[in-house]
């Protein structure tokens, strides 16, 4: 019996071979080497030499760049998040309600977030907003002045930060999850006390979905903060590089520039980053996350 059992776990060690020749390959690798790498002058087709911290400190001293790109990063995720939660809560909530038909809108409100991040839509979220595009010729029925939504510097950021709230399927359908967790006998003790659907919503509701919150903030926060096709793809960093996003500029040290190892130093940067308001954001939970097991 014991024989038995060792071949059955040595054939999962078989079956795993492939995962771990994959994660190797595509993603333990290219780690460490881009770890070193950032340590050095590494550009495609010159000699490698090493540099020390050099990629680091230049990032901070001479790179006016990274601290603009890193500055309208930061805009992207603070404006962006929260947005998109509070819309993913919002439409949830609505989806939860025992209406005929309710399959048929959760289908369509997901669809958004099936079609992701993708160039495509990222072209079509350009026509639309463009000069001549949808939104100005429905302004214009209204006598509104057409607004450079891609153009101007100040409405730019704005715009590409619409396109993450528009794909917000992935957070509706963990909220709403969650939402179908909550127990209704609270919310019919609360309506004999006389409580509203407002004061529900804030006591009941959200205190019960809050670890739902705290997930889904970690995981767009982590989103956002790696941002490329949107600024790439409908503006490619303008104008006036007010939608240079960090990683717009990783990729052009990288791919445009050639500068393999200064790109590596910036990744590493960027990972630091979330990690440190990652870690932030999960450290600030015990003070407003509620668990119903405690």
């Known amino acids: 019996m014991a024989n038995f059992i060792q071949r059955r776990n040595n054939q ?70 929260p947005m998109k939660l509070v819309f993913a809560l919002f439409i949830a909530v609505i989806l939860n309600m025992k209406v005929k038909g309710i399959k048929f809108f959760r289908t369509i409100y997901y669809l958004p977030s099936i079609m992701g ?43 590409i930060s619409l396109l993450s709230v528009w794909q917000f399927g992935s957070s509706m359908i963990i909220f709403l999850a969650a939402l179908k967790q ?30 739902m919150i705290l997930f889904n903030l970690v995981m767009q926060m982590i989103n956002a903060f790696q941002e490329f096709t949107s600024p790439f793809v409908i503006t490619n960093g303008g104008p006036m590089r007010s939608t240079n996003m960090y990683g717009l500029l990783l990729y052009q040290n990288g791919f445009k520039y050639f500068k393999m ?12 980053i979330i990690i440190f308001f990652t870690s932030l954001v999960i450290r600030s939970s015990s003070y407003w996350t509620f668990y119903s097991d405690e």
Not at 130 to 139: C, D, E, F, K, R
Not at 145 to 152: A, M, Q, Y
Not at 191 to 199: E, L, P, Q, R, V
């Open 261 to 272: 190892g200064y790109a590596s130093a910036l990744s590493w940067m960027m990972f630091i």
């Open 12 to 81: 999962g060690y078989i079956y795993l071979i492939p995962w771990i020749i994959g994660f190797c390959t595509f993603s333990f690798y290219p780690l460490v080497m881009s770890f070193f790498y950032s340590f050095t002058n590494f550009s495609i087709g010159k000699k490698i030499s090493f540099l020390g911290l050099q990629n680091y400190i230049s990032a901070f001293t001479t790179d006016t760049e990274m601290l603009n790109s890193l500055g309208v990063t930061f805009k992207y995720v603070f404006m962006s998040v």
């Open 182 to 211: 909550v127990p209704q006998e609270l919310y019919e003790s609360a309506s004999i006390d006389g409580m509203g659907a407002f004061g529900r919503f804030i006591f009941i509701t959200i205190p019960l979905i809050s670890p």
């Open 117 to 159: 991040g993708s160039v495509a839509v990222a072209i079509l979220w350009r026509g639309i907003f463009a000069n001549n595009g949808t939104i100005n010729l429905l302004l214009a029925l209204v006598h509104i002045k057409p607004i450079g939504w891609l153009t101007d510097s100040h409405f730019a950021l704005f715009t």
